[in-house]
């Protein structure tokens, strides 16, 4: 697979390749820990490919093996969130969080190494996981003085059942990639050397699929869980398939000739 840089970014690398785009968080000095700047780009970059119709599934991922994703960078929280160059704080990764729950196009997150703290939640936002058999998952908040209660434990108990939930966000502990295979946490474990390849194969599989039955499958996964925005989010989906149709077009065309619409034609079906 030959990546090309899609656009330049100073914390991340944004890279696509026959209708994949890959994201990757590029601080590996500090285990991909994200700033808000960080947030900032990611966000950027998702709005990116939201708008280009030739990218169908997103890989998103941390530079090297060590990695996905430590959370929130810890140099930088201050009081009521993380600090940017700004000086304002935020906790701006809730908005990424959304962000990639209501994309319409599956996003996979290849881990290596650590996914931890606000990383772990990045990954679980994902629609699937492929995990390195050095993947090691779990919460730090109540370790390290923070939270995450909004999908960090409602997405983690949907995922994993409510029992385990509690324990991993309770207990702070590691859990290694098998035993998040076994909870139902990822969804393939694969050597170290052959993650992004595996993470590309699954890409190209659903890439092979109806692009709008993915669509409306994501979104139907996401609909109870996030209530009336989620119905938005879907109730949109099918406003847009709604207007590709004759029958929406006939409104459209009547209002624009300044005459009544004639619906007739079009069946009212069982
Ligand atoms: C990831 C860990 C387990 C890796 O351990 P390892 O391999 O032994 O490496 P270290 O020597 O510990 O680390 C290497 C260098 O990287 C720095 N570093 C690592 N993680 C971070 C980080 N998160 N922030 C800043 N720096 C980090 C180390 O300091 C070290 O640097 P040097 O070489 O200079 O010493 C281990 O590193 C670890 O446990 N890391 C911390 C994990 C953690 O607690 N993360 C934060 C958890 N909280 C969040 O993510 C909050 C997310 C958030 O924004 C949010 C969202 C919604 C609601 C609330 C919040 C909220 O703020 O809580």
């Not at 290596?112 to 939640?121: P, R, S, T």
């Not at 998952?137 to 995450?148: A, H, I, K, L």
């Not at 385990?164 to 990639?177: G, H, S, T, V």
């Not at 929406?248 to 079906?269: C, H, T, Y």
């Amino acid at each position: 697979m030959h990546w090309e840089t899609a656009h330049e970014y100073e914390d991340i690398r944004y890279e696509k390749a026959s209708g994949i785009a890959k994201i990757t968080i590029n601080r590996p000095e500090v285990r991909n820990a994200f700033r808000p700047k960080t947030v900032s780009e990611l966000i950027d970059a998702f709005n990116r490919v939201r708008d280009d119709s030739e990218v169908g599934v997103v890989i998103l991922t941390g530079e090297g093996d060590l990695a996905f994703c430590s959370g929130g960078d810890q140099r930088v929280r201050g009081h009521g969130g993380y600090v940017g160059d700004d000086e304002i704080p935020r906790l701006n990764v809730l908005d990424l969080q959304r962000q990639i729950r209501m994309l319409p196009k599956a996003v996979i997150a290849a881990v290596a190494g650590y996914a931890i703290g606000g990383g772990h939640v990045l990954h679980l936002v994902c629609d699937l996981t492929i995990a390195a058999e050095n993947a090691r998952f779990g919460q730090t908040g109540p370790r390290v003085g923070s939270f995450d209660a909004g999908y960090g434990t409602g997405i983690l108990a949907r995922t994993i059942g409510m029992k385990r939930a509690k324990e991993i966000w309770f207990l702070c502990r590691q859990y290694d990639a098998h035993e998040a295979y076994d909870m139902g946490l990822v969804n393939k474990v694969v050597p170290v050397d052959r993650l992004q390849e595996e993470a590309v194969l699954w890409a190209q599989e659903i890439l092979e699929k109806s692009p709008m039955a993915i669509r409306f499958l994501k979104a139907s996964f996401n609909v109870d869980t996030d209530g009336l925005a989620g119905l938005q989010q879907m109730a949109g989906d099918a406003t847009m398939m709604f207007y590709m149709t004759e029958e929406a077009r006939e409104g459209k065309n009547a209002f624009l000739e300044k005459r009544q619409p004639d619906f007739s034609k079009f069946p009212r079906l069982p």
